[in-house]
């Protein structure tokens, strides 16, 4: 962002407390953590559940701030410290409002191609995979870490300068009208939803509802300029097209994935290396290319498809979009290989998890080839709502569909795991069920060997990141 403290404080629609010492200066950065401001820079003081970022406007001013945002009053002494530092003090009604105002408005300064993507299962991994294809031809930025919220996406619009030429923002929701907030302030020109889960349904209650939800970002593209992108083979694709009324709005829809004969982008001659690598043959517009990946699982290659069809409707070519599917790497908490001291391998899925993203998981440890166990780790599950028991049944059963050698359970929910696992054959001997995650550390200890590979997965609360810490590389 590049703004005038007077244009900013008007877009936000702030009331002036203390003059700044010109109003033509200028900020270009904004934080809500008092240790990341920049000299010139924003301040937006955020009320948490624990912390008040008032509290901390002082903190700001000292490291240079020449704009803090407030919703409180702030003390007499933290005022005469501004003026004397010719720091703006602007109060605002809503923090949060004010921070997607500002990146409103730097989004119209941007010139860049905005892509949306959301889902219930895959979306950062896709996002990922699309930032990688459109950086081969575009300067491009793209959502880091989890900021895919209320407060992360207008930060990630401000953080990309004026001459990005692609943005690939993701949306993450956990209820109705989230998503056309984010879509209002990012105004996407293209849109993936990767597909329609489990995952929300202790807010949404059923999946119809969940795919509205999803839907959010089709309905915010452009009338007769838009794209969406939808899975081929998705449960509800027809029924967001139909909802978000894309045809009578001349939104073009492109399919990705599943069979080639319904869909426009899709993959066919997948095969896998022993750590779980896919190599396949990518289709698209009446060519083929063979492609590799080194993120691993076949869940993966139906995200590479919904990239490619985002990179090909930008005009790149085949071979292009999968030279650049090729570079992708995994990233942290969502199935890096991991080395481990005493020699085993850990792949670290324990970012975030659901029923279909703990099947994906579980397929991949069991397409591994080793000489030694595979160790599935799998903790509770959140936000499944009526849907958690059978959720937690359905991971016991795929364990023993998928042969794991050894199952260690953590949390409450996850005794469901263990118990539809030894129903459904799994020997009750290789099945530990632990309280938390320091416990799961210490029964794997117990029982890992040096030729290994062992899967962490669990909803992020679960903690289960613990068990990759001292990784070697």
């Keep these: 962002m590049d703004f005038s403290i007077e244009t900013a404080v008007r877009r936000i629609g702030a009331r002036i407390v203390v003059e700044p010492s010109s109003p033509l200066s200028r900020v270009s950065s904004i934080t809500w953590d008092s240790r990341a401001v920049e000299q010139g820079g924003a301040f937006l003081a955020l009320k948490g559940a624990r912390v008040d970022g008032h509290d901390f406007a002082g903190a700001a001013i000292a490291a240079g701030a020449a704009l803090v945002i407030v919703t409180d009053d702030l003390p007499e002494h933290a005022l005469a410290f501004a003026r004397e530092a010719g720091c703006c003090i602007a109060r605002v009604p809503d923090a949060q409002q004010?921070?997607?105002?500002?990146?409103?408005?730097?989004?119209?300064?941007?010139?860049?191609?905005?892509?949306?993507?959301?889902?219930?299962?895959?979306?950062?991994?896709?996002?990922g995979l699309a930032a990688q294809v459109l950086s081969a031809r575009f300067k491009t930025e793209s959502t880091k870490g989890n900021f895919n919220n209320e407060l992360g996406l207008p930060l990630t619009v401000l953080t990309a300068p004026?001459?990005?030429?692609?943005?690939?923002?993701?949306?993450?929701?956990?209820?109705?009208?989230?998503?056309?907030r984010?879509?209002?302030?990012?105004?996407?020109?293209?849109?993936?939803?990767?597909?329609?889960?489990?995952?929300?349904?202790?807010?949404?209650?059923?999946?119809?509802?969940?795919?509205?939800?999803?839907?959010?970002?089709?309905?915010?593209?452009?009338?007769?300029?838009?794209?969406?992108?939808?899975?081929?083979?998705?449960?509800?694709?027809?029924?967001?097209?139909?909802?978000?009324?894309?045809?009578?709005?001349?939104?073009?829809?492109?399919?990705?994935?599943?069979?080639?004969?319904?869909?426009?982008?899709?993959?066919?001659?997948?095969?896998?290396?022993?750590?779980?690598?896919?190599?396949?043959?990518?289709?698209?517009?009446?060519?083929s290319c063979a492609c590799a990946l080194k993120l691993r699982g076949a869940h993966n290659v139906q995200n590479a498809c919904g990239a490619a069809a985002i990179g090909l409707s930008y005009g790149m070519s085949l071979p292009d979009v999968c030279h650049a599917l090729a570079g992708a790497q995994a990233q942290a908490g969502r199935q890096a290989l991991l080395r481990m001291p005493g020699g085993y391998r850990l792949l670290d899925d324990a970012y975030n998890a659901s029923p279909e993203s703990m099947a994906a998981s579980l397929s991949v440890l069991?397409?591994?080839?080793?000489?030694?166990?595979?160790?599935?780790?799998?903790?509770?599950?959140?936000?499944?709502?009526?849907?958690?028991?059978a959720g937690h049944d359905s991971v016991g059963r795929a364990v023993a569909e998928a042969k794991i050698d050894a199952l260690i359970c953590?949390?409450?929910?996850?005794?469901?795991?263990?118990?539809?696992?030894?129903?459904?054959?799994?020997?009750?001997?290789?099945?530990?069920?632990?309280?938390?995650?320091?416990?799961?550390?210490?029964?794997?200890?117990?029982?890992?060997?040096?030729?290994?590979v062992v899967l962490a997965k669990a909803s992020h609360c679960m903690g289960l990141s613990k068990l990759a810490e001292g990784a070697v590389d």
Aim: hydrophobic share 45%; glycine share 10%; with cysteine.
């Design 366 to 389: 069991s397409s591994f080839s080793t000489s030694g166990s595979r160790i599935a780790v799998l903790g509770d599950m959140g936000e499944l709502g009526s849907a958690s028991d």
């Design 182 to 287: 984010l879509a209002a302030v990012a105004r996407p020109e293209r849109a993936i939803i990767t597909n329609v889960g489990t995952a929300h349904l202790e807010y949404l209650g059923t999946r119809e509802n969940i795919a509205r939800a999803k839907a959010e970002i089709a309905e915010a593209l452009p009338d007769g300029e838009g794209v969406a992108f939808l899975a081929a083979d998705g449960e509800f694709t027809d029924f967001i097209i139909e909802h978000a009324r894309l045809a009578e709005r001349g939104i073009r829809v492109v399919r990705f994935g599943g069979e080639g004969h319904a869909s426009d982008v899709y993959a066919t001659e997948v095969a896998f290396d022993a750590e779980g690598r896919p190599t396949f043959v990518l289709h698209a517009q009446d060519e």
């Design 162 to 180: 004026k001459d990005c030429e692609a943005l690939v923002v993701e949306m993450g929701m956990d209820g109705r009208g989230q998503i056309a």
């Design 410 to 452: 953590v949390g409450p929910k996850s005794r469901r795991i263990a118990h539809a696992a030894r129903a459904a054959g799994m020997d009750p001997a290789r099945i530990q069920e632990v309280d938390d995650a320091d416990a799961a550390r210490e029964a794997l200890s117990r029982i890992v060997r040096a030729d290994d």
């Design 98 to 127: 004010a921070l997607s105002a500002l990146a409103s408005a730097w989004r119209e300064e941007l010139s860049a191609h905005v892509v949306g993507v959301t889902g219930s299962v895959g979306k950062t991994t896709t996002r």
